[in-house]
């Protein structure tokens, strides 16, 4: 049974509590896990029909049940027949596209484009801090990464339009326009604009990964600009791929994602993913589909995660707060989404505070994840995911991260 953490709690003490806690992944809990429960208790209950009679236990369907399709379209803001409905994980689609890309080419002009890995060496913007598993695609297909610095409202768009407009050989970026991985940046109009209207390689694509549309931490729901319309507005209506699952709504990895585009970009996925499978799980489609219904069930839904995610938020600040107000070069985010927080330590002090926390019985995040070939330029930041342990694990853990970053500026400065 844990307690509250002791005032005059110190480096030493925190280690010798022999903690296991792990901060680094940004994981629903199993309370959150719990909240979905009904897809697998009344899993019988759900059928294996269609709306139209189809029986889901079967192949076919290779853009997704129609229902789901169309909850997609509902949450996502875009027609359904511009929506895929695929399988269990957003971030596949990200790959798979970025591979179709390499091998392919995508839609341009008339016609369709080179494909990428005919083009010579490509590159990818990768606003930074940033998600490790986007930067992990690029570094795993050899796309070269170019990073960006990321402002609160977005990435540094001065920066952005500098480098695409000479260089055709950066052919996407990385786009987590609300409640970012992991700096909680809601990207502004005039920034999604830029983006959409910038002069680029007529086979640019934005990877818009909407991972946090539905993951609000206030009571207020954040969205941005809508992509699609900026791009057609700006002339570039191919230019944005958009992502986004339910992983983070009922199941960690147990829900099924999106894919939504302009119509050429979707015939252009269809083709393509036509030769990598039959269809996804319309079983598992159709459960969610029932289950979730429409908007307002899954709003419902997600007050019930803030409920249990945002005390968590709230201990980490306040023992922050407590902590390490006022300490020079620190400072932290207090999100108001998603699922992290980003702790900016002195220069040359994350890699450091790492490795104290982790000789406490504390996993955090590898200093340096969020940034393109794991460097931080200034070994800085620390990614906190509390979503995952109890309440009082979180509390504990902020101690300690606290802590252990007091003891890593205290080395240095011996
Ligand atoms: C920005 C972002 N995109 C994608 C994912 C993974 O989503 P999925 O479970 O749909 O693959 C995550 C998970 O943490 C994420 O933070």
């Not at 806690?21 to 294996?48: C, F, N, T, V």
């Given at each position: 049974?844990?307690?509250?953490?002791p005032v005059d709690l110190t480096y030493?003490?925190?280690?010798?509590?022999?903690?296991?806690?792990?901060?680094?992944?940004?994981?629903?809990?199993?309370?959150?896990?719990?909240?979905?429960?009904?897809?697998?208790?009344e899993a019988g209950q759900a059928g294996?029909?269609?709306?139209?009679?189809?029986?889901?236990?079967?192949?076919?369907?290779?853009?997704?049940?129609?229902?789901?399709?169309?909850?997609?379209?509902?949450?996502?803001?875009?027609?359904?027949?511009?929506?895929?409905?695929?399988?269990?994980?957003?971030?596949?689609?990200?790959?798979?596209?970025?591979?179709?890309?390499?091998?392919?080419?995508?839609?341009?002009?008339?016609?369709?484009?080179?494909?990428?890995?005919?083009?010579?060496?490509?590159?990818?913007?990768?606003?930074?801090?940033?998600?490790?598993?986007?930067?992990?695609?690029?570094?795993?297909?050899?796309?070269?990464?170019?990073?960006?610095?990321?402002?609160?409202?977005?990435?540094?768009?001065?920066?952005?339009?500098?480098?695409?407009?000479?260089?055709?050989?950066?052919?996407?970026?990385?786009?987590?326009?609300?409640?970012?991985?992991?700096?909680?940046?809601?990207?502004?109009?005039?920034?999604?604009?830029?983006?959409?209207?910038?002069?680029?390689?007529?086979?640019?694509?934005?990877?818009?990964?909407?991972?946090?549309?539905?993951?609000?931490?206030?009571?207020?729901?954040?969205?941005?600009?809508?992509?699609?319309?900026?791009?057609?507005?700006?002339?570039?209506?191919?230019?944005?791929?958009?992502?986004?699952?339910?992983?983070?709504?009922?199941?960690?990895?147990?829900?099924?994602?999106?894919?939504?585009?302009?119509?050429?970009?979707?015939?252009?996925?269809?083709?393509?993913?036509?030769?990598?499978?039959?269809?996804?799980?319309?079983?598992?489609?159709?459960?969610?589909?029932?289950?979730?219904?429409?908007?307002a069930t899954l709003t419902a839904l997600?007050?019930?995660?803030?409920?249990?995610?945002?005390?968590?938020?709230?201990?980490?600040?306040?023992?922050?707060?407590?902590?390490?107000?006022?300490?020079?070069?620190?400072?932290?985010?207090?999100?108001?989404?998603?699922?992290?927080?980003?702790?900016?330590?002195?220069?040359?002090?994350?890699?450091?505070?790492?490795?104290?926390?982790?000789?406490?019985?504390?996993?955090?995040?590898?200093?340096?994840?969020?940034?393109?070939?794991?460097?931080?330029?200034?070994?800085?930041?620390?990614?906190?995911?509390?979503?995952?342990?109890?309440?009082?694990?979180?509390?504990?853990?902020?101690?300690?991260?606290?802590?252990?970053?007091?003891?890593?500026?205290?080395?240095?400065?011996?």
């Amino acid at each position: 049974m844990l307690m509250s953490p002791p005032v005059d709690l110190t480096y030493e003490r925190f280690q010798q509590l022999q903690l296991r806690l792990d901060m680094s992944r940004g994981k629903p809990s199993p309370e959150q896990l719990d909240l979905s429960q009904a897809l697998i208790d009344e899993a019988g209950q759900a059928g294996y029909l269609a709306r139209d009679g189809f029986d889901c236990r079967n192949y076919g369907l290779p853009s997704g049940l129609p229902e789901a399709r169309e909850l997609g379209a509902e949450l996502l803001g875009v027609p359904a027949a511009q929506v895929i409905a695929a399988g269990n994980s957003s971030l596949e689609l990200m790959h798979d596209a970025l591979t179709f890309a390499l091998l392919h080419g995508v839609p341009a002009g008339e016609g369709a484009g080179a494909p990428w890995r005919a083009q010579g060496e490509i590159a990818f913007l990768c606003p930074a801090p940033g998600y490790d598993r986007h930067f992990a695609i690029c570094e795993a297909l050899g796309v070269r990464m170019i990073a960006v610095p990321m402002r609160e409202d977005g990435p540094d768009m001065d920066r952005v339009e500098a480098l695409v407009r000479d260089d055709p050989s950066i052919k996407g970026m990385w786009c987590v326009p609300l409640y970012s991985n992991p700096t909680g940046a809601i990207w502004s109009d005039d920034a999604i604009r830029r983006l959409a209207a910038m002069p680029a390689a007529p086979d640019f694509r934005l990877f818009w990964d909407d991972a946090y549309r539905f993951h609000h931490l206030t009571e207020e729901a954040h969205a941005t600009l809508d992509v699609f319309e900026a791009c057609a507005a700006a002339g570039h209506a191919e230019r944005a791929l958009m992502f986004a699952s339910l992983s983070k709504v009922t199941f960690g990895g147990g829900a099924f994602a999106w894919l939504a585009a302009a119509q050429r970009n979707v015939a252009w996925w269809q083709k393509h993913a036509a030769v990598r499978t039959i269809g996804p799980d319309k079983l598992n489609q159709l459960r969610h589909v029932r289950f979730l219904r429409d908007r307002a069930t899954l709003t419902a839904l997600m007050s019930c995660h803030r409920a249990l995610l945002k005390p968590k938020f709230d201990a980490v600040d306040e023992v922050f707060r407590t902590r390490l107000a006022g300490v020079p070069g620190v400072s932290w985010n207090v999100p108001r989404g998603g699922y992290f927080i980003s702790l900016y330590a002195p220069e040359g002090c994350a890699r450091r505070t790492v490795e104290l926390a982790a000789q406490a019985g504390l996993i955090l995040t590898p200093a340096g994840a969020a940034y393109p070939y794991g460097v931080d330029p200034q070994d800085s930041h620390l990614r906190i995911a509390p979503s995952f342990p109890s309440l009082d694990e979180v509390r504990l853990a902020a101690e300690g991260i606290a802590l252990s970053l007091l003891r890593a500026i205290d080395e240095r400065r011996q």
